[in-house]
């Protein structure tokens, strides 16, 4: 599971290090792709498989299917990380998120969320503004 948050500067390069306590479970493999809000969505290998094989399920004919799975599958990259965690995000993702100097990292249970930090502030204020209405969504979801 991730959780957490936190802060890292990007290189010139465009190479961003993933948190040590995160790398374990990405050993598999990962990939990145966008995320739904404008971050970047990074997934371990057998998380990704999983959403692949539901996504496979979904009738061709469905127009929302079909971009769903140019949104996620079009824009995906699969990454390694370095001797020293650090992985290369495509330009192309970096631009689509606003991430350039600095990034936060944010552990959302099976996947991971790379933000601009600014867009994660505002994006943060904005789901507290939204809290009532998020939990009585949830809650209608079973939790």
């Known amino acids: 599971m991730f959780s957490g948050e936190y802060s890292h500067a990007m290189d010139a390069k465009g190479?961003?290090?993933?948190?040590?306590?995160?790398?374990?479970?990405?050993e598999g493999g990962l990939v990145v792709t966008k995320g739904y809000e404008p971050c970047i969505l990074l997934y371990p290998l057998g998380e990704w498989s999983a959403l692949a094989s539901k996504v496979a399920q979904l009738p061709k004919t469905?127009?929302?299917?079909?971009?769903?799975s140019r949104l996620v599958f079009g824009s995906a990259a699969e990454?390694?990380?370095?001797?020293?965690?650090?992985i290369l995000l495509p330009s192309f993702l970096r631009e689509y998120a606003g991430i350039d100097q600095e990034a936060?990292?944010?552990g959302v249970?099976?996947?991971?969320?790379?933000?601009?930090?600014e867009r994660w502030r505002a994006t943060l204020e904005q789901d507290m503004d939204d809290l009532a209405d998020?939990?009585?969504?949830?809650?209608k979801m079973g939790i």
């Open 15 to 26: 190479r961003l290090t993933i948190p040590a306590r995160f790398r374990d479970e990405l």
């Open 104 to 106: 936060v990292i944010v």
């Open 109 to 117: 249970n099976t996947y991971i969320e790379i933000w601009n930090p």
């Open 134 to 139: 998020i939990l009585d969504d949830v809650s």
């Open 62 to 68: 469905s127009r929302a299917a079909r971009a769903y």
């Open 79 to 86: 990454v390694t990380p370095d001797k020293m965690g650090r």
